[in-house]
């Protein structure tokens, strides 16, 4: 089994033990398409020329690549694969109903949110960035829309977090510190020429939904989204503290960083029946309007192919983000054409092996 294309992975990572840690890796483009150097960079590794005499199947994969985590496939309605295996932090067996953090996946919600608002008619994504944040200046030529495609120019605050926030603030108060940072800040490229990926825009998106809606963003999301799905095993990483239930064992210190820091960006954790309802919901007009469901997976990006939240031209003419949050590594799929979702989640594969894992499962699943 020869691997045919590389893709890697974007996360955002607020992780903290007892100091604040951030990483991020930029996306690159698939290997028959040329990347741009300021964009992406393709992650070497050492099983990409890698084959086998004989087909492997998904378990084999699994096991020698010493998986640890969730994966879940459905086709044509029928589950095809599902694998659970490993420990949490605290040796708790993962199971295939276990929560696991989803890092940059979660941004998909975040832009069916604003989606969902538009079509309440309570926003439109080609709002510029002043209606909502008067103090800030650059926000006039930027859109809400340049802000979900990625093409704000807007710098990324995880890029600078040591001197922009402290563990020793609130919340509230460290929001107030990444809004500063960014609003004294220039654009790095004229808003709408460039994709670059950049968690402050949907750090800022999700504030936005709170400017409007008046709610905490996982209360919208929740009311407007996860309630009326019945997806009861997801929600905020910020809640693991009090929810051990959802917890299962999860060391939260270990996890993340200061509460909503991942807001919007990075911010939930879900479970494979949950993201499978999801990516189903998504993709057959549960959850969008036509209108809205077209916008969110239209090509803004011929370079990245990104959509609002997800790169719609992914692997195999498939749609889905990749996401990690340091410790954790997530990836969900869809491809409608072969009426197939897939979700897979890692505790043990680091985004510089998940790449390939996933490509090599994605070989093996049963036509």
């Given at each position: ?8 992975l974007?996360s ?11 990483c991020?890796?930029?996306p ?19 099983r ?12 084999e994969?699994l096991?020698?690549y ?7 496939a459905?086709k ?6 599902s ?7 605290n040796?708790e067996d ?10 940059s ?12 608002l ?85 750090f ?66 879900s ?5 499978t ?26 370079s ?12 195999n ?35 510089s092996?998940?790449?390939t ?11």
């Amino acid at each position: 089994m020869k691997i045919k294309e590389l893709i890697s992975l974007m996360s955002v990572s607020l992780c903290a033990a007892l100091t604040l840690t951030a990483c991020k890796t930029e996306p690159a483009a698939t290997a028959d398409r040329p990347s741009e150097a300021a964009e992406s960079s393709v992650l070497s590794d050492s099983r990409q020329e890698s084959s086998y005499d004989e087909p492997e199947t998904v378990e084999e994969i699994l096991q020698d690549y010493d998986f640890g985590g969730v994966l879940y496939a459905v086709k044509n309605g029928k589950v095809i694969a599902s694998y659970a295996d490993g420990t949490l932090e605290n040796g708790e067996d993962i199971t295939i109903d276990t929560p696991l953090p989803l890092g940059s996946v979660s941004k998909q919600f975040c832009a069916a949110a604003v989606l969902l608002l538009q079509e309440q008619g309570k926003l439109r994504v080609d709002d510029t960035l002043d209606k909502y944040y008067p103090e800030y200046e650059n926000g006039k030529g930027i859109t809400v829309g340049d802000l979900l495609s990625m093409h704000s120019g807007i710098p990324d605050y995880t890029d600078d977090l040591y001197n922009v926030i402290s563990a020793d603030k609130t919340d509230e108060e460290n929001t107030a510190s990444i809004e500063k940072w960014l609003f004294a800040k220039q654009t790095d490229y004229k808003p709408g020429d460039v994709f670059e990926y950049s968690n402050s825009n949907y750090f800022l998106l999700a504030n936005i939904i709170e400017k409007i809606s008046d709610k905490k963003y996982i209360d919208f999301l929740r009311e407007n989204i996860l309630e009326p799905l019945g997806m009861t095993h997801t929600g905020s990483i910020d809640e693991l503290p009090l929810s051990p239930d959802w917890a299962k064992g999860l060391i939260f210190k270990e996890l993340d960083c200061q509460p909503g820091l991942t807001k919007g960006a990075g911010d939930l954790i879900s479970n494979a029946a949950d993201m499978t309802v999801w990516t189903d919901a998504l993709f057959n007009g549960k959850v969008l309007s036509d209108e809205s469901y077209k916008a969110m997976t239209a090509d803004y990006s011929p370079s990245m192919h990104y959509g609002y939240g997800l790169y719609v031209d992914f692997i195999n003419n498939g749609m889905g983000h990749p996401g990690s949050n340091g410790i954790y590594t997530a990836i969900d799929y869809i491809n409608s054409s072969k009426d197939m979702t897939l979700f897979l989640a890692s505790n043990t594969t680091d985004t510089s092996y998940i790449q390939t894992l996933f490509l090599n499962i994605l070989e093996a699943l049963p036509e």
